[in-house]
Nanobody
Framework: QVQLVESGGGLVQAGGSLRLSCAAS????????MGWFRQAPGKEREFVAA????????NYADSVKGRFTISRDNARNTVYLQMNSLKPEDTAVYYC?????????????????WGQGTQVTVSS
């Protein structure tokens, strides 16, 4: 079991940047892939980005490719999502997720553990 706590959300103007952090506890953190997902009001939860356990393989949704960067620091049990050039359509609750497998999957159902989410609001 991995416990996840997100932080770093907030209100930002379009074109701005935010960095989300996800602090993990639990002995499986360093061996599993980690992902970020988001959910806007009235919409389903969607994939944003994921990283393998080593950080050597990453996966991004087309909508954020080139603007967002996922990274992890296994020594600190933390995964990050650097978000640049933010757009109003990026507004959502962002969730950190962990899976026991090592590959950075895109499907919600592949992840076993979830954080409580952090709100990101981008104003136009």
């Amino acid at each position: 079991q991995v416990q996840l706590v997100e932080s770093g959300g907030g209100l930002v103007q379009a074109g701005g940047s935010l960095r989300l952090s996800c602090a993990a506890s639990g002995r499986t953190f360093a061996s599993g892939a980690m992902g970020w997902f988001r959910q806007a009001p009235g919409k389903e939860r969607e994939f944003v980005a994921a990283t393998s356990w080593s950080g050597g393989t990453t996966n991004y949704a087309d909508s954020v490719k080139g603007r967002f960067t996922i990274s992890r620091d296994n020594a600190r049990n933390t995964v990050y999502l650097q978000m640049n050039s933010l757009k109003p359509e990026d507004t959502a609750v962002y969730y950190c997720a962990a899976r026991t497998g090592s590959l950075p999957k895109r499907d919600v159902g592949e992840y076993d553990n979830w954080g409580q989410g952090t709100q990101v609001t981008v104003s136009s």
